[in-house]
């Protein structure tokens, strides 16, 4: 199955770098693709919790859903996400 997810905070290749690379390495999903420009998140999935588990682990990194809360701690660990992207 395949999912698009619209994130906030996605701002730079740093952000799609990290995005791409921890969301990668989760089991059950493949073809993982950031859209920068749409702010998005594709993947494949095997089952429906593999989704779930998807957007939780993008929230931890500080790319929640666009109609999620967006704190300033998950705006900071978005930071941190990127800052780590780009190395």
Do not use: H, W
Not at 45 to 50: L, N, Q
Not at 53 to 60: F, I, M, N, T
Not at 62 to 81: Q, V
């Amino acid at each position: 199955m395949e999912m698009t997810i619209t994130v906030q905070n996605l701002r730079c290749g740093g952000c799609v770098n990290t995005i791409t690379t921890k969301i990668s390495e989760m089991e059950n999903i493949q073809d993982v693709m950031v859209d920068r420009e749409a702010s998005s998140v594709s993947f494949q999935y095997t089952e429906p919790e593999d989704a779930s588990k998807v957007k939780d682990k993008l929230k931890k990194l500080g790319y929640p859903e666009i109609d999620d809360e967006n704190s300033l701690l998950t705006k900071a660990s978005s930071m941190l996400s990127c800052a780590t992207g780009k190395f």
